[in-house]
């Protein structure tokens, strides 16, 4: 058989909760959630198998993680352990082959020319299970799409090949929402139009779905049919960032103007500090809203210049949230974003004085050494221990890539 | 359970591979570093804070960290709750 091009999708199983399993050898065997701990705000980021047979599964707020399996371990998650594993797991795929794409903390992609890939991919797993103790599913086919869908079908441990040939028989029958992408709000659209399983997206006459549902359509058709994915892209070959940003669950719903306004300038201040780090500029400032009813808006505001200084972005951040009076709503999350991004430099706005031009590398500098919480802005005291919270931070790529997220 | 990062005193092996403890002391008690079962580094500002998960010969499980900036260690969970 002639060595072809094989993409297979990696994807730890229950990987923050099995990693603490790892390093806390007491915690085998037992059900671990990691996300918070009982009484927090947050949600589940990763339930062990042993709590997932208590109902308990990701994204479920914290509470009711507790109500189905209150005997199981609870823990906030430590990122840096995980990004450490992460790490190791793709160094051990690099040794089979020179193309790893990480699409998250723990899932990649690999690409491989071979004529078995089944024997490639059984040594993959081999490697991670007796090497880092952990366990991963694996998706080969042909396509880059096909072979994220595959590595869901056998999990923990898995390990499927699906080809195009296969679609007919192993795709079409599962409903949409099984379809990468397609989410709750995409899923009831779908059948609102009478498409129930992949197969009736993938046999709607030429051009329906677009009509219907514009180039969402022709993306989803495409899918249906196993397409899309594109090659495998190294972070060394993958395109620039397109949008960076910072945001934050509350600990609790907020109705004070005056500390969301404080904490949005907290926000401001780290992604303005990650954008100058990176020698980058935003032309467009975002603003991000969940209330306590989870009803999320974005408002935004593109200006005359890239910035990258926190008071500018602060102040726009600022504006915008007050023209939205979110505030009266009871606001769950915030989230400030820069977008449009270009080459610090690349007509950017001057900072606004001398001083200011000054203060921000000298305020940088200090951060790196001594830590982000070093030195603030005096307003956003105001926040409390939200501001001194981990916000989660984004760096959103490409809308050809964005699929594969 | 967490401790809040007590200070402990620690014997640790350094070696081609990096640092490893085997010795510590916590609670007025003297523990042997059986095996290491993670080893992970974060920052705090400039310096490199180094975290390991430890099982003692008595079969605790401990995490330990040291902190480039002063050499201390600290003990930072012990036991189940993580």
């Known amino acids: 058989m002639l060595a072809m091009r094989w993409f297979v999708h990696v994807d730890m199983d229950a990987y923050f909760a099995s990693v603490e399993q790892l390093v806390n050898p007491a915690l085998r065997g037992k059900p671990v959630v990691v996300g918070g701990r009982p009484g927090s705000r947050g949600v589940v980021s990763t339930a062990s198998y042993e709590a997932r047979r208590f109902g308990v599964r990701s994204g479920m707020p914290i509470a009711e993680a507790v109500r189905r399996c209150p005997h199981a371990v609870f823990l906030p998650g430590r990122f840096a352990l995980y990004v450490d594993m992460s790490k190791r797991i793709f160094e051990v795929l690099r040794r089979f082959s020179p193309r790893v794409e990480p699409a998250s903390i723990d899932e990649a992609y690999v690409e491989l020319e071979t004529a078995a890939p089944g024997d490639a991919v059984r040594d993959m797993q081999k490697a991670i299970r007796d090497e880092l103790q952990l366990t991963a599913s694996f998706g080969v086919s042909d396509t880059k799409y096909l072979a994220k869908i595959a590595s869901g079908f056998e999990k923990p441990n898995g390990f499927t090949v699906m080809t195009r040939a296969d679609i007919p028989a192993r795709l079409w029958s599962l409903p949409v929402g099984a379809l990468h992408g397609v989410g709750a709000k995409t899923g009831a659209r779908l059948y609102a139009r009478g498409y129930t399983t992949i197969g009736d997206l993938a046999r709607a006459p030429d051009g329906l779905l677009e009509r219907q549902l514009g180039s969402l359509g022709a993306v989803l058709r495409r899918h249906a049919n196993g397409e899309g994915g594109g090659r495998v892209v190294p972070p060394e070959e993958a395109p620039d960032a397109k949008s960076l940003g910072c945001e934050q669950t509350l600990e609790r719903d907020l109705f004070d103007r005056s500390r969301l306004e404080a904490l949005l300038t907290a926000l401001a201040e780290k992604v303005g500090r990650r954008a100058r780090r990176h020698g980058l500029a935003g032309r467009r400032i975002v603003l991000k809203l969940r209330d306590r009813r989870f009803h999320t808006i974005t408002h935004g505001r593109t200006g005359p210049h890239p910035v990258d200084a926190d008071g500018e972005i602060g102040r726009v951040a600022r504006d915008l949230f007050a023209e939205t009076r979110f505030w009266e709503r009871g606001v769950r999350l915030v989230g400030v974003t820069l977008e449009q991004l270009v080459p610090n430099g690349d007509g950017r706005q001057l900072a606004f004085d001398f001083e200011t031009a000054r203060a921000l590398p000298a305020l940088d500098r200090i951060r790196t050494k001594y830590g982000e919480h070093a030195i603030a802005a005096a307003r956003t005291l105001e926040a409390g221990a939200e501001a001194r919270r981990k916000p989660r931070i984004s760096f959103s790529i490409p809308d050809e890539l964005a699929a594969f997220q | ?82």
């Not at chain 2, 092996?13 to 095996?35: I, L, Q």
């Open chain 2, 1 to 82: 359970m967490s401790t809040g990062g007590e200070r402990i005193e620690v014997l640790a092996r350094f070696e081609r591979s990096g640092m490893t403890p085997f010795r510590f002391r916590w609670n007025s008690t003297a523990f042997r570093v059986d095996r290491v079962t993670g080893r992970w580094e974060d920052r705090e500002g400039q310096f490199r804070r180094c975290h390991y998960g430890v099982v003692t010969d008595t079969g605790d499980f401990f995490e330990l960290r040291f902190h480039q900036s002063d050499f201390s260690w600290a003990v930072t969970q012990v036991g189940v709750e993580g």
